[in-house]
Every structure is written in C-alpha cells, then in structure tokens.
Nanobody, 123 residues
Framework: QVRLVESGGGLVQPGGSLRLSCAAS????????MGWYRQAPGKQRQLVAS?????????NYADSVKGRFTISRDNAKNTVFLQMNSLKPEDTAVYYC???????????????WGQGTQVTVSS
C-alpha cells in the first residue's frame, strides 16, 4: 500500500514563503513523476507543478506560479518539495501531493494522492 504524507502548510502573509514536503512510503517499485495540485474553495483541482523521474528530469509549472515556486525531489527519501516564494492571496488553497508510480513489479502504473495541506495567504 502506498501512502503520501504532506507537511509544511500554514498561514503566511502576502510576499512570504512556505515549503511543502511530500513523502511517499509503502510498496514502491518505481516512480514516474510526482507533483503538487491545489484546490481553492469552489474551484477545480489544478496542477501547480510536477517533476519526472528517470534519466532526465523534467519539471512543469502552472503559468500562475512560474518564477515563484520551485519543485524538487530527494530520490533517496522518495520525497518531493515545493518551495513557494512571493506568495499571493490567490495562492490560498488546499495543496495535494500526487504520485504516478508502480507499486510492485507485477502491477500497472497508479495515481496516488495525499490527504492535502492547507495553505492560507493573508494579512
């Protein structure tokens, strides 16, 4: 069983910074990609940033966070980070960690989600 545990959310003033972490544990054979999504009240969940695994690392960011957010990973710990700088009130949302991985050598790729962590940007 795969488990994703997020941490690092909280309340921050506009212009401030937060760093989110997501640790994947359990049965993990290989990871294809990990990423962060967010969902604000009344809105659909949307991709914030993603990072691929393998020989070549590719990152992808939503236009609204480019230049302010940085996604990175620690392969040894199966952990992905989201450094969020210059936060704005419109960044307020529940942030969810996502992993595209293969749990065992005989299973197919699966999509896994964390429980979410609240980020609130307000003065």
């Amino acid at each position: 069983q795969v488990r994703l545990v997020e941490s690092g959310g909280g309340l921050v003033q506009p212009g401030g910074s937060l760093r989110l972490s997501c640790a994947a544990s359990g049965s993990i054979f290989s990871i294809n990609a990990m990423g962060w999504y967010r969902q604000a009240p009344g809105k659909q969940r949307q991709l914030v940033a993603s990072i691929t695994y393998g020989r070549r690392t590719n990152t992808n960011y939503a236009d609204s966070v480019k230049g302010r957010f940085t996604i990175s990973r620690d392969n040894a710990k199966n952990t992905v980070f989201l450094q969020m700088n210059s936060l704005k009130p419109e960044d307020t949302a529940v942030y969810y960690c996502n992993a595209d991985l293969v749990a065992t050598p005989w299973s197919s790729r699966g999509d896994y989600w964390g429980q979410g962590t609240q980020v609130t940007v307000s003065s």
